[in-house]
């Protein structure tokens, strides 16, 4: 454990961060993987308005830092694809 109060500090801090930065993850993989659960339904409403949903998270997730904004686009963008191969 550290003893310099600056130390500490950052110790805190980056618990604190990796916490958030877990969560908005978290958040990202779950609207990612119901993106797919609708293409694998083939329900293509559920699909396009899931698809909404994880372009927003991803956008805000990038936004935050989480991901690198290449990361994100590249995901976006074969979700898009995905959705759009539909019948």
């Known amino acids: 454990m550290a003893n310099i109060k600056s130390a500490k ?3 805190r801090v980056s ?5 958030r930065n877990k969560a908005i993850r978290s ?7 119901k993106v797919n659960a609708a293409i694998d339904a083939n329900d293509k409403e559920a699909a396009k308005a899931a698809l909404c949903n994880a372009t927003s998270a991803l956008s ?3 936004t ?3 991901y690198h904004k290449n990361t994100c ?3 976006i963008s074969r979700l ?3 959705v ?3 019948a």
């Open 64 to 66: 935050k830092g989480v």
């Open 84 to 86: 759009n191969k539909m």
């Open 80 to 82: 898009n694809q995905a």
């Open 60 to 62: 805000k997730a990038t």
């Open 9 to 11: 500090k950052r110790i």
């Open 27 to 33: 958040k990202v993989k779950t609207s990612i993987k």
């Open 15 to 19: 618990e604190k961060r990796a916490a």
């Open 73 to 75: 686009s590249r995901k």
